[in-house]
């Protein structure tokens, strides 16, 4: 298990459209196994190994992206008005620390809100929406935040620092999809020497409507792909046995459907015979639950025979998230181990 590269990946900035540090780790982990190394205009990265002539092309995709925030107004005391980027539920914002990127550098934040004291009773039973909160950088005033770098489109992240939990349990920000980019970024490099041919794609803005994988996967024009994942565990309090469909230490997780796909039978039974002769555990997800850059790229062209991967994470779209390296290190082998397998067929 490779935790360095794990821990390297979580911390990293990247909203949707600042997907440049996630990029660049990639680029140093992977560049010496690669045959070529491409970036495109919109900021996907591209990572070729080319094989035996004629074998199919199998594309690897994993999105750098991460949930965040965008400054949308800075008033006259100095507080930051903000939106979030991708799907963060309100009720977990409150109270948290926000790295941004303003013009002069890293800013360190944390988001408020009127104290329980001073709210009406009415207020206390709700959640504060979006538009209620503020973000506070120690400024006195605007002139004094604008001094500091800020502007409006300043972009942040969850201020929260990856670290080992102990029992091979692992806490960090951005596990969707940096546990994706991470089992794409060790099965490429597994592959490295084989007859497969393979191109791993880090892609951008997924989390705002997959748009860097459908330039992506139109490039590549594969034979057949994966979505690789940073995908809800639920195995915690307040769900029911029956309800926790993806769970911790089960192994990677196997989409049949979700919102955005039918996951072509081929692809699916080939992760299962593959997962199964390789002694893995596998799991599924519940289906027509969330969705993957696997919705874009099984419609692109003529259609590509598309799956999805996941590693089981508790808390995702949160601040932070909780995995397992058993989960990770045997996504990796699932996925080495299915790229060899698809090759030959």
């Known amino acids: 298990m490779n935790i360095d590269l794990l821990g390297r990946l979580s911390n990293a900035f990247g909203p949707p459209g600042k997907e440049e540090e996630p990029r660049e780790i990639l680029r140093a982990e992977l560049e ?11 900021g996907n990265i591209f990572f070729y190994h080319h094989g035996k002539e004629g074998s199919p092309r199998v594309l690897i995709d994993a999105h750098t992206d991460e949930v965040g925030f965008i400054v949308t107004y800075l008033d006259n005391r100095g507080f930051l008005k903000f939106s979030n980027i991708g799907g963060i539920v309100p009720g977990v914002m409150q109270g948290q620390r926000i790295l941004l990127k303003g013009k002069k550098g890293p800013l360190k934040g944390v988001i408020g809100v009127k104290p329980p004291h001073v709210m009406s009773e009415e207020e206390r039973k709700k959640v504060i929406p979006v538009e209620g909160l503020f973000i506070d950088i120690g400024a006195d005033d605007k002139a004094q935040a604008e001094e500091k770098g800020c502007y409006v489109g300043m972009m942040g992240v969850f201020d929260v620092e990856f670290m080992e939990l102990g029992n091979g349990y692992v806490r960090g920000k951005a596990f969707d999809d940096r546990a994706g980019c991470y089992v794409m970024a060790e ?74 796909i039918i996951c072509n039978p081929k692809v699916l039974q080939t992760l299962i015979d593959t997962a199964e002769a390789e002694s893995l555990p596998y799991q599924f997800k519940k289906p027509l639950m969330g969705g ?35 989960d990770l290190d045997k996504s990796v082998r699932l996925v080495e181990a299915f790229t060899k397998r698809v090759s030959s067929l």
């Not at 010496?32 to 919109?42: I, K, T």
């Not at 696997?294 to 991967?309: E, R």
């Open 32 to 42: 010496d196994y690669a045959d070529e190394v491409e970036v495109d205009s919109m």
């Open 187 to 260: 099965a490429f490099k597994a592959l490295k020497g084989s007859v497969c041919n393979v191109v791993a794609v880090g892609a951008v803005q997924e989390e705002v409507g997959l748009r860097g994988t459908r330039v992506a996967t139109w490039k590549v024009d594969p034979d057949y792909a994966l979505a690789l994942e940073g995908t809800f565990a639920v195995d915690m309090p307040g769900v029911s046995p029956e309800n926790m469909v993806t769970v911790l230490k089960k192994g990677p997780i196997l989409t049949i459907a979700d919102r955005g």
């Open 292 to 326: 993957t850059d696997a919705s874009a790229i099984h419609l692109t062209k003529g259609g590509v025979p598309t799956g999805v991967v996941s590693v089981p994470c508790r808390y995702i779209h949160g601040p932070a998230s909780v995995a397992h390296i058993e």
